[in-house]
T-cell receptor, first 115, second 115 residues
Framework: AQKITQTQPGMFVQEKEAVTLDCTYDTSDPSYGLFWYKQPSSGEMIFLIYQGSYDQQNATEGRYSLNFQKARKSANLVISASQLGDSAMYFC????????????FGTGTSLTVIP | DGGITQSPKYLFRKEGQNVTLSCEQN?????MYWYRQDPGQGLRLIYYSQIVNDFQKGDIAEGYSVSREKKESFPLTVTSAQKNPTAFYLCASSILSGLVYNEQFFGPGTRLTVL
């Protein structure tokens, strides 16, 4: 079974609008962390935001927020006020306490911001 | 500045040749990883290492080999046994701990093309 599922291969958003990128995960470990990375066309992976399984509040980092619904095992990334520079691939990832230092990545969502 | 360096950025190789991709980090991280990314795809784990002189196979280790003689260095050799080596290769590192909130830091990647 896939540990991380991203069901949106591609998304489009108008500049200055908000967009939600979906991510669901599968784990039986009560202790886990969820991460979002951005990959521009240059290929580098840029860490955006983190959510821990025991965190009571949704994580926020500037224009990025994570809509964490633990019962539904979803960790959607919300980007507010989209900018042209947000066009990139976005990957959701998970790290489980029991598997120590392995990270599991989804297949990614390609976001295009339209001017 | 702390970070991860990968060299070279672009690499061309003739079919049947072995080639070694460099990965160096000065973040004092114990854990290091190698991922392969094909066009439009997610990241697949090749090998990871949690300590010097020790490493574990990931999901697609066949045709690859690694070494970890120093904490800072984790080179990846793509051997002639790898059937389809043309891909983008990413090296990453992370703090080794019993906690899940430590993200992975990534290098800029090496794009390997087999001619």
């Amino acid at each position: 079974a896939q540990k991380i599922t991203q069901t949106q291969p591609g998304m489009f958003v108008q500049e200055k609008e908000a967009v939600t990128l979906d991510c669901t995960y599968d784990t039986s470990d009560p202790s886990y962390g969820l991460f979002w990375y951005k990959q521009p066309s240059s290929g580098e992976m840029i860490f955006l935001i983190y959510q821990g399984s025991y965190d009571q509040q949704n994580a926020t980092e500037g224009r990025y927020s994570l809509n964490f619904q633990k019962a539904r095992k979803s960790a959607n990334l919300v980007i507010s006020a989209s900018q042209l520079g947000d066009s990139a691939m976005y990957f959701c990832a998970m790290r489980e306490l029991n598997t120590g230092n392995q990270f599991y990545f989804g297949t990614g969502t390609s976001l295009t911001v339209i001017p | 500045d702390g970070g991860i360096t990968q060299s070279p950025k672009y690499l061309f190789r003739k079919e049947g040749q072995n080639v070694t991709l460099s990965c160096e980090q000065n973040l004092n991280h114990d854990a290091m990883y190698w991922y392969r990314q094909d066009p439009g795809q997610g990241l697949r784990l090749i090998y990871y290492s949690q300590i010097v002189n020790d490493f574990q196979k990931g999901d697609i280790a066949e045709g690859y080999s690694v070494s970890r003689e120093k904490k800072e260095s984790f080179p990846l050799t793509v051997t002639s046994a790898q059937k389809n080596p043309t891909a983008f290769y990413l090296c990453a590192s992370s703090i080794l701990s019993g906690l899940v909130y430590n993200e992975q830091f990534f290098g800029p990647g090496t794009r390997l093309t087999v001619l």
